[in-house]
């Protein structure tokens, strides 16, 4: 038995193949018409996690909450590596000076 060939005019080759920055200007360009309720915003955040790649295929259907909670958790730890990093420049640029002289005019 022959399989039917896949029915291609159902997907918009150009959106699945674009790069992320341009699948998200188009999600937000679709989900920014003015009226936006509850669902619309589920479907906006559980996207756009997909699409920046927060989201993977692992993780399942996760709620919009659950995915901003990932994103948050994920800049915050990201924030305090560079916290960390920028003190161990500062400490190694800036040796502590000790046995100054001041001298008097």
Not at 22 to 48: I, M, P, W
Request: proline fraction near 4%; glycine fraction near 6%.
């Amino acid at each position: 038995m022959d399989l039917a060939p896949p029915a291609l005019d159902l997907f918009d080759l150009d959106e699945e193949f674009a790069e992320p920055k341009v699948r998200l200007a188009q999600l937000t360009n679709k989900c920014s018409s003015g009226h936006c309720d509850d669902d619309d915003l589920e479907y906006f955040v559980q996207e756009a996690g997909c699409i920046s790649g927060l989201v993977g295929h692992e993780d399942g259907d996760l709620s919009g909450k659950e995915v901003l909670h990932k994103l948050f958790y994920k800049f915050g730890i990201n924030s305090q590596m560079l916290a960390m990093r920028n003190e161990e420049l500062v400490e190694k640029t800036h040796a502590p000076v000790t046995n100054i002289e001041i001298k008097q005019m």
